[in-house]
């Protein structure tokens, strides 16, 4: 079904037991964050906040879990869209030999045109009130933590054109709000919207912007969605809500936005204006993401419904409500990228603790020799694939959610010398880890089984051997030490330490191998002494935000030159002193004290179920000093 507009959607929520309103007075001011963050760890319902100081009500976590997001999308399951591609193509694509088969095509042509955007004359309910002098203030903008730059509108459609084809762009930026009037506009360099900022800059006109929130669901969803870059998004958003999508025109611009949307903020951006340093943000990857310089998007108008509410979302350490979205990205996309790019792929998954970018599984149906190989190239071409630092490949009958059986598999098929393989390409601009901003590389795992023209000598491994007790006594920086994996098929050890001095991973993994403390083992990985070695989910997110491979992964050579097969992986914070970085290092996110003590004190006037403590309180031995940069303590 689709939606008339996000009170309908939160009417359906609210019937379906799906939905909390919250009638105590919440601050959006971090408060809101604080909250939503112990609700989503914990696999509670939308909340929304009817009390917060405007007159606007927030609503928040309304895609986190699997009903909520199958409802937003109008999805029976995520993976009824693929179903619906597939079968699409399959009739269009097919052999027509009768000229039956192709009136048979006829109702489905009539389909695709009813999912067509169409513009609206006169005004839209997104026009109901008119501002009278435009005024960010007025709507509940989140502060999401405590060292942000300021509140951020997190869940905006960003509508932009093309100068030359006029072709649309609907994008999702965070937006920091800066006064009554201005934001920035933190697009990325490879999304589209900055490709036509660029255009307009070279022409030297002003650049039309109109940002919506709320209306359908759906529209939020297609805003993220990582379709190419002629394929509208509304015309997405129509075969999802089965129902086309009627646009109005804006009021001070050109640009058209979805009739049913809550707010309407039209503006501009003056590609030859300074830019602005926007930021700290407490990003999706549970790091700040740092202080950047980002154009200016001037107001000059805000509308809204009578009726409207504010839709937010907070992003932090996994995981968080992005994880539905990015889920459903993962099954929607599965089907056009079997077609389109591997046909081989028969299913893949991104864990939450790898934040979408950081880490995919893939699993194929084999044929050849390094068909793995070509299908993590295939991938790594694909669109925003193009992000992903850490990558897996498995045969088709793999449960790619069995992440200890993963694991095994790893251990079993993969060989550290021959199965692992480098590149060097672009990487999410909120990549902490690569030594150039945007720019680093991934690693890839060939995870399948081996034909006879993929065995090697180190393919086969002995009974795997480490010396717990002699590695703990001979090495003082490593802190602790994680041997089980090993009883349970995985060959793996994770070690804990305490830098001291430059290259201490390095170090260390020579004196391992040669000192003989370890044998037959295929993978060491070091982590920080602050962490806890086995709390598996949290390394795993750690590791994978604090990796560049190239340069975070290494062997170490026998006496005769070779190399032992042993890859090590330094998931260590880095720094200038330690590791030559010269970058700065974001610290990890979590709450204040006196956010966590006022939400304490006020949980049982929520109404939202039994007390649940701060997930910031496990991370906070993470956090290394005040501010959203981690300082000289990373060193100590």
């Not at 009037?181 to 919207?193: Q, Y």
């Not at 002629?230 to 646009?247: M, S, W």
């Amino acid at each position: 079904m689709s939606y008339r507009s996000l009170n309908h959607f939160i009417q359906t929520l609210e019937s379906a037991g799906e939905l909390v309103r919250v009638k105590a007075f919440v601050s959006p001011i971090l408060e809101v964050t604080e909250i939503a963050d112990r609700v989503v760890k914990n696999n509670g319902k939308a909340l929304l906040f009817e009390n917060n100081g405007t007159e606007f009500p927030i609503l928040i976590l309304a895609f986190a879990g699997e009903k909520r997001i199958n409802m937003a999308l109008s999805l029976r399951d995520l993976d009824d869209a693929g179903r619906m591609i597939e079968g699409m193509v399959r009739d269009f694509m097919g052999p027509k030999e009768h000229f039956l088969d192709k009136l048979r095509l006829l109702p489905a042509l009539q389909e695709i045109s009813s999912w067509m955007p169409k513009t609206l004359g006169g005004r839209g309910a997104c026009q109901e009130v008119v501002m009278g002098t435009p005024d960010l203030n007025r709507l509940p903008v989140l502060k999401c933590w405590p060292y942000d730059g300021g509140p951020f509108i997190t869940l905006p459609c960003v509508h932009t054109r093309n100068p030359e084809n006029n072709s649309r762009n609907l994008g999702m930026y965070r937006m920091q709000v800066f006064g009554p009037e201005l934001t920035g506009m933190h697009w990325h360099m490879h999304k589209g919207s900055a490709f036509h900022y660029q255009l307009y800059k070279k022409a030297g006109k002003r650049m039309p912007v109109s940002v919506t929130l709320g209306g359908d669901p759906v529209y939020t969803y297609a805003a993220t969605a990582p379709l190419p870059e002629n394929l509208d998004e509304y015309l997405f958003a129509g075969f999802l809500r089965k129902k086309k999508v009627e646009l109005v025109k804006c009021l001070t611009n050109d640009l058209e936005v979805p009739a049913d949307a809550d707010f309407v903020i039209e503006g501009y951006i003056d590609p030859l204006e300074e830019l602005i340093l926007e930021g700290p943000f407490g990003d999706h990857t549970g790091f700040y993401s740092l202080a950047g310089m980002f154009p200016r998007f001037h107001v000059t108008c805000i509308t809204h419904r009578k009726d409207a509410v504010y839709l937010a979302t907070i992003v932090g350490i996994p995981p968080q409500e992005d994880a539905w979205i990015g889920k459903a990205t993962e099954r929607i996309f599965l089907t056009p990228v079997k077609l389109s790019v591997v046909p081989e792929l028969t299913s893949m998954h991104m864990p939450p603790e790898g934040v979408f970018h950081n880490i995919v599984l893939a699993s194929i149906h084999k044929q050849y020799p390094g068909q793995a190989i070509k299908v993590m190239s295939s991938l790594w071409g694909a669109g925003q694939m193009m992000f992903s630092k850490i990558m897996a490949v498995f045969d088709a009958d793999t449960v790619l959610t069995d992440y200890a059986g993963l694991a095994r598999l790893v251990s079993r098929h993969t060989d550290p010398l021959q199965d692992i393989h480098f590149i060097q390409g672009p990487v999410d601009i909120l990549d902490h880890s690569s030594r150039r901003y945007g720019f680093g590389s991934k690693i890839g795992l060939d995870a399948t089984s081996k034909t006879g023209e993929e065995e090697t000598d180190t393919s086969v491994r002995g009974t795997p051997y480490i010396d717990k007790n002699g590695i703990m006594s001979a090495i003082p920086a490593i802190t602790s030490a994680n041997t089980d994996l090993i009883h349970e098929g995985i060959s793996a050890v994770i070690l804990a330490i305490r830098k001291t001095r430059p290259a201490e991973a390095r170090a260390i993994a020579k004196q391992l191998n040669d000192d003989g403390y370890i044998r037959n083992v295929g993978f060491i990985l070091f982590v920080d002494y602050l962490l806890d070695v086995n709390n598996l989910s949290t390394l795993c997110w750690i590791i994978a935000n604090n990796l560049d491979p190239m340069r975070d992964c290494f062997y170490t050579e026998q006496p005769d030159g070779s190399k032992y097969p042993v890859l090590f992986v330094d998931g260590t914070m880095k720094s200038a002193g330690m590791d030559s970085f010269t970058r700065e290092w974001p610290n990890v996110i979590v709450m204040d004290d006196q956010t966590i003590s006022t939400i304490d004190s006020k949980w049982n006037s929520l109404g939202i179920g039994s007390f649940v403590a701060s997930p910031s309180l496990q991370f906070k031995s993470l956090v290394l000093n005040d501010g959203a940069v981690a300082g000289p303590k990373q060193t100590d």
